[in-house]
């Protein structure tokens, strides 16, 4: 019998040999059949093997940037339930019922969890802003990447898919979403490694809290990527 997938889980990665494993064993760990997509966008570390001994179904590489990675990830999804997890997001376990439950219902045409930060990379000064980025997640109007955002494959297609761009490319298509309907917050939380905020606190928290706005005010997402830098980068120096 040809296994039901019930919601394809998009991975992006860029050297993420560290957390790949436990991310994918959260996704595995869903009810009902999960189809779980890594695309690489060109790492230097093990992490395609990780990918592979973890149990990734299908694993596709790309040219950087997260917005492609994306839209390639959702473009081999088998499933008519989409949903776009960081490498170092950790979803709740009953992560499907709240996808199942918000996607049959075509008032949302979309939806995405709470976040709870984990400061084990953090330092002290760097934990006192978590809760500030967690009450993010809460109240701002649009969801952010590492809210696991998640909706219905016809809606997707709908908005033309993930836009491939260097950056805000989840506010990008959040905006996009809400217009065909709103963007479900669901009340339970995925946790998120806070290991960027931790490496360089202030220049994140200031960078989080500003660069929307300047996109809102038509700054384009290639000068917003270049003044941001590369986190992946910066840690494999570390």
Known sequence: MEKVIQCSAVVPVLNEERRLASCLQRLRRQTGGWQIIVVDGGSQDNTMEVARQAGADLILQTEGGRGRQLRLGAEAAQSDYLIFVHADTW????????????????????????????????????????????????????PYGDQALFTRKEVYRQVGGMPEQELMEDLEFGKRLRKIGPIRKIPAEVEVSARRFGHRPWRSFLCWNLFPTLYALGVSPERLARWYGSPETTERRR
């Open 91 to 142: 979803l709740p376990e009953d992560a499907d019922f709240w996808v199942t439950q918000t996607l049959q219902n075509p008032k949302w045409s979309a939806g995405a969890f709470r976040v709870r930060h984990q400061g084990e990379d953090c330092g002290p000064i760097s934990r006192l802003f978590l809760p500030i980025l967690n009450f993010r997640s809460r109240y701002a109007s649009l």
